[in-house]
């Protein structure tokens, strides 16, 4: 069965903290995402990767950065946390033919106090 | 970029068929178009992918308009475990440039 987990369910943090949020695919999948999720406005897209050390901004990448050294894993960087970052953030995964099947974790609800 | 528009909420009875609409005016030629469920606590869930006329599997239909500004995501005898949310997913890949464009998603509540 394919799997995205993600290294947290919830997160506290401090305004002004590093946060680094890990994601994991066992699928062998090219392509990781990172969304975020807020009441309202649905998912947005903050980073894409579509290869080891490979990048693509997505709608909303501003405060936020990313790493893929390993093909299994994709992590997001906040480098340094903010209130409105306060989020659901979801990671997913596909093949490099089907952009658009996503698998997803069960996502990190973060909140910076 | 894409937009996608959708029904906020959505209210059915146990049994009947459900019909979701998104719309898409400004979708571009090469974008394909897919919908994803959505329960509590949980990341969505692909339901299905199409890019023209009609594509149905085991869970639901999703019909495309020839002009392809909208489309319908079709739940036939919807149960009480077809509670979700539900968004539909523009996208384009090709020549080193992609965009994605969720929905911000239809509440679907089913009434025994």
């Known amino acids: 069965d394919v799997k995205v987990t993600q290294s947290s369910r919830y997160l506290v943090k401090r305004t002004g903290e590093k946060v680094f949020l890990e994601c994991v695919q066992d699928m062998d999948h090219e392509n990781m995402f990172w969304y975020r999720q807020d009441p309202g406005l649905g998912l947005r897209l903050i980073y894409f990767?579509?290869?080891?050390?490979?990048?693509e901004k997505g709608d909303i990448p501003e405060g936020y950065s990313v790493s893929r050294e390993k093909k299994e894993r994709f992590s997001l960087i906040l480098e340094s946390a903010s209130t409105n970052q306060t989020s659901m953030y979801l990671c997913a995964s596909s093949t490099s033919g089907m952009l658009y099947e996503q698998y997803f974790g069960p996502g990190t609800r973060l909140t910076v106090t | 970029l894409a937009k996608t528009t959708q029904p906020i909420s959505m209210d059915s009875y146990e049994g009947q068929e459900v019909n979701i609409t998104c719309s898409h005016n400004?979708?571009?030629?090469?974008?394909?178009i897919t919908w994803y469920q959505q329960f509590p606590s949980q990341g969505p869930r692909f339901i299905i992918q199409?890019?023209?006329t009609k594509v149905t599997n085991e869970v639901a239909s999703l019909f495309i308009p020839a002009d392809r500004k909208s489309s319908t995501l079709s739940l036939p005898r919807v149960s009480l475990s077809d509670t979700a949310v539900y968004y539909c997913l523009v996208g384009y890949s090709g020549a080193g440039s992609y965009q994605l464009t969720f929905g911000k998603g239809t509440k679907l509540s089913v009434i025994p």
């Open positions: 400004n979708i571009a030629t090469n974008d394909y």
């Open positions: 990767s579509y290869d080891v050390k490979m990048k």
């Open positions: 199409g890019y023209k």
